[in-house]
Structures are given as C-alpha cells and as structure tokens.
C-alpha cells in the first residue's frame, strides 16, 4: 500500500467519524460543531486533490452502469458539501461570524438541514460503492489473499446485524421527515446518552452502506453480463 493510498484512507477515516460528531450537534454545541464543520469542509476539499484522477477522467470512458452510480453520487455528494458550508456561512456564531454575511437565516437554516441529512446519506452510499475496495486493502494489510468462509459468514453476520439495528434507529430519528422537509425542525433526546446516539447514526451508516455495497455487486454483474 502506497504513502497516498494511507493518506487517502485516514482521510476518509476522520472524515466519517467527523460525519457522525456532526450529526449530534445539539449534544457536542454550536462552537464545537462549526470547527468540526469547516475541519470536515477543509479535509473534503483535500479528499478531492487526492482523487484528482477521478475529475480528469470524468469525460473519459465508457460509462458503465456502476460508474453513472458512483458518479451521481460523487456529484450530488459535492453539491450537498457546497450547500452545507455556504449555509454553516451564513448562520455562523463563532468560526465566520467576522464576515458578517447578511442573508434569510430562514433558508439558511433549511438548506443546511437538507444538505446536513442528504450529505450524510450520500457519504453513507458513497462508501458502500466503495466498500469492495475497502475491503481489499484491509485483507492486503492482514496479508490475505482471499477471506475464508468463516471470515465472510461472521461479516455478513455482522452487516445484517448493524443494518437492523439501523433501520430501528432509521425510524426512531424519522430521518425520512428531515431528508424530505417534513418537518423544519430536528428533535433531540438530550437524556440520551451521547455515545447511544453516535451508535445509532452509525448503525444507519452502516445499513446504507451494506445497501449500496450490494448494490455495487449487482450492477458490476450485469455490465459483466453485457
């Protein structure tokens, strides 16, 4: 594994881990979540200098079915990005309130949640598209060539395990209202416990992820099959 390859995987690491923090930004303050937002902003900005490869060749190739996937994703994923820190611009208290940018806080406000929920669901499929290669590297870490059949029950186990326990926690936080607007407001539990919480938007990673790891798999064996 290559120095910029490791790079590239702590990246995305603190990234997601970041993804989760802010997500429970009632629980950790305004302060800490717009240093965290911009820390994400600044390490998503370096995530694409990275993957400088995959912007010059966007207009190269044939597009497969799998690639249209990862593409409007990676796209809508950017705009999501965009949308949040123009809005966490706006509504600054700490980090940017020195710009004093005048604006509608009301659509400010909204923007922020749709890209904030969106970003996240959009990062989740982004890795699952991703998680074959993920994957690999890690057995190339262990030294394996390929994982053994209790190696891959104990993971599907596991992923089906993490992937109920995020649809429970998918409907518990009725992310389907704030992913399409109905409701303008994010209800809080502040009796629960923080890790509790961070758990459970893990766990909703996690189904999306396995979703769109599975996905992958399907669209990759129908362009085998064309």
């Not at 809508?76 to 966490?88: F, Q, R, T, V, Y």
Request: proline residues 0%; positive net charge.
């Amino acid at each position: 594994m290559t120095g910029k390859t490791k790079v590239k995987l702590v990246v995305d690491l603190v990234m997601t881990v970041l993804l989760l923090c802010q997500m429970a930004y009632m629980m950790i303050g305004e302060a800490a979540h717009e240093w965290i937002g911009t820390s994400m902003f600044v390490l998503f900005i370096l995530h694409h200098v990275l993957n400088g490869k995959w912007h010059r060749n966007l207009i190269k190739g044939r597009y497969s079915g799998l690639r249209i996937a990862q593409t409007v994703v990676g796209v809508l994923m950017l705009a999501a990005m965009i949308g949040l820190m123009l809005s966490g611009i706006m509504m600054s208290r700490y980090v940017f309130s020195f710009l004093s940018i005048e604006g509608s806080i009301s659509f400010a406000r909204t923007l922020h949640m749709l890209a904030s929920y969106w970003g996240f669901l959009l990062m989740s499929i982004h890795l699952g598209l991703h998680w074959s290669m993920i994957l690999g590297m890690a057995r190339k870490m262990r030294g394996e060539k390929k994982t053994s059949r209790a190696g891959i029950f104990l993971l599907r186990l596991a992923a089906a395990a993490i992937s109920a326990y995020g649809i429970f926690a998918f409907v518990k936080h009725d992310l389907a209202s704030y992913l399409f607007l109905k409701t303008e407001f994010v209800f809080f539990d502040m009796s629960q416990p923080l890790l509790l919480f961070l758990s459970e938007y893990a766990a909703m990673m996690g189904l999306f992820v396995c979703l769109a790891y599975y996905g992958e798999k399907l669209l990759r064996r129908l362009g085998q099959r064309k």
